[in-house]
């Protein structure tokens, strides 16, 4: 009887949540969820052992597709939740084509625990809040760019190992996911994690990467996209200089420019953000992440 199994006997409460984010051992194949259960904005490491080198996977968790890689010489992928999924069971579903012929598929179900946001009300001058209808073209257009370069899935995975926290701050970012409230009404949530530092602080690249995007956008001010490969990107916003260019390999800790207030800030700080096949992710997450390659 493996560890996981043992555990789940002492804490008999956890047993339920065990068996709907694991299925052990069906036809030879075992598929494990790091972290197991998850909330909205969360992403885990799915490992599937058993499966023969060269085999080929396919599979999705709520819909989403996973994309899978060699990870410790066993098959991984991961599963973001994007921070507005509902709680609730969502169906995970892996096939498995290998050596045996027959595709062998399995399922079961990931629990999405609830998880409360914060609501944040700011006041910010109307000209940053009531745009014009050419500075609303321009803001919806270039967040179509940055949903463009979220979505693009490639093929090799640059990252390795643990994500590491951007920016020399301190203590953690703050205001994940926050419903926020401009000068009395409701906008969007805010996707990323905010760290306050002062202007010209150096900013580093969390893991290995391709620069993705450099631009100056009217909310998100001079700005990075780091492509991970696999889907996984992580972005960097109201920059005072950038110091890297598209196309640019970058190590873990690489810097690529430093902190300022451009676009709508307050005042200087480090958006910071990620995302995965498009699923927004928070970036607290990702930095517990336990991979070790
Ligand atoms: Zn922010």
Redesign the pocket.
């Given at each position: 009887m493996s560890g996981p199994f043992r555990r789940a006997l002492l804490a008999p409460t956890t047993l339920a949540v065990f068996l709907a984010s694991v299925v052990p051992a069906v036809a030879g194949i075992r598929v494990t969820f790091s972290p197991r259960t998850v909330r909205p904005g969360d992403v885990s490491l799915v490992i599937v052992q058993g499966v023969d080198d060269g085999a080929t996977l396919e599979g999705s968790v709520a819909g989403r597709p996973l994309v899978f890689f060699t990870y410790a010489r066993v098959a991984a992928a991961l599963a973001a939740i994007d921070f507005e999924t509902r709680p609730g069971r969502y169906v995970w579903k892996i096939a498995v084509l290998d050596k045996q012929g027959e595709p062998r598929t399995l399922a079961g179900r990931l629990v999405v625990d609830s998880r409360r946001f914060p609501v944040e009300r700011l006041t910010l001058p109307p000209a940053m809040v009531d745009l014009d209808g050419e500075t609303t073209r321009r803001a919806d257009a270039e967040q179509g760019r940055l949903r463009e370069v979220f979505s693009a899935v490639t093929r090799e995975r640059l990252w390795r190992g643990r994500f590491t926290v951007p920016i020399a701050a301190a203590g953690a970012g703050t205001?994940f996911g926050a419903r926020r409230v401009i000068n009395g009404r409701p906008r969007s949530a805010?996707a990323?994690?905010?760290y306050a530092a002062e202007r010209g602080t150096p900013v580093v690249a969390s893991n290995a990467g391709r620069v993705a995007l450099v631009a100056d956008f009217f909310f998100p001010g001079r700005l990075v996209v780091i492509d991970h490969g696999l889907g996984l990107h992580t972005a960097y916003?109201?920059l005072d200089q950038v110091t890297v260019a598209e196309r640019d390999l970058v190590e873990r800790g690489h810097p690529i420019g430093v902190v300022g207030s451009t676009g709508r800030a307050t005042g200087p700080?480090l958006?910071f953000?990620a995302a995965v096949g498009g699923a927004r992710i928070d970036p607290a997450a990702l930095l517990r992440l336990d991979a070790r390659d």
């Open positions: 205001g805010h990323g994690l905010d916003f109201h700080h958006h953000s």
